[in-house]
């Protein structure tokens, strides 16, 4: 567990995600005063929810840790919290908790697109380093939402993990 500013010198990244995991927000805190000490503000958060749909039952979970965070952003005055987000998140979020979006707005959210567009498979495409072959099987997939194709680009082209019902006519290896 980091304790001190020389902790976080000497920790690792595995020892730091360790420390977050016991004690997130003492973790948060320490990195918070730490690059303030440093004078290299702000400290920028990256949650991306963007796995994460209204029918997932983590979502109410996902929901009350944005309260929560929100109940301690003014100790760690540094920190920028950024959330990416599926469309149909943000509309269960606008329907059962529209306070929410003024929470949000303490560092900022961003929506990912509802279906991926040829532009933006390219632009994933190449970011990831994909070949046309892959590029060929991934469209015809059919339309995909930016979950389904982040999680396949993350699981190596598993289509059963991402969700995607291929009807037994598309192998991908």
Do not use: W
């Amino acid at each position: 567990m980091l304790r001190d500013y020389s902790g976080i010198r000497k920790a690792g990244v595995d020892e730091v995600l360790e420390s977050a995991g016991l004690r997130p927000m003492e973790t948060l805190k320490l990195l918070n005063d730490a690059v303030e000490l440093l004078g290299m503000t702000p400290l920028v958060v990256g949650i991306d929810e963007g796995l994460l749909s209204q029918d997932d039952s983590r979502t109410m979970d996902f929901i009350n840790a944005v309260h929560a965070l929100r109940n301690n952003m003014q100790a760690i005055p540094s920190t920028k919290v950024i959330i990416t987000l599926l469309p149909d998140v943000v509309n269960l979020i606008s329907k059962v908790d529209t306070p929410l979006f003024d929470i949000l707005r303490l560092g900022g959210a961003i929506m990912l697109p509802d279906y991926v567009t040829p532009e933006d498979l390219k632009e994933v495409a190449q970011e990831y380093g994909l070949g046309g072959t892959e590029l060929s099987k991934i469209e015809a997939l059919g339309p995909l939402t930016m979950r389904q194709l982040i999680c396949l680009m993350n699981t190596k082209m598993d289509v059963i993990k991402c969700g995607i019902d291929t009807a037994g006519e598309i192998s991908i290896e």
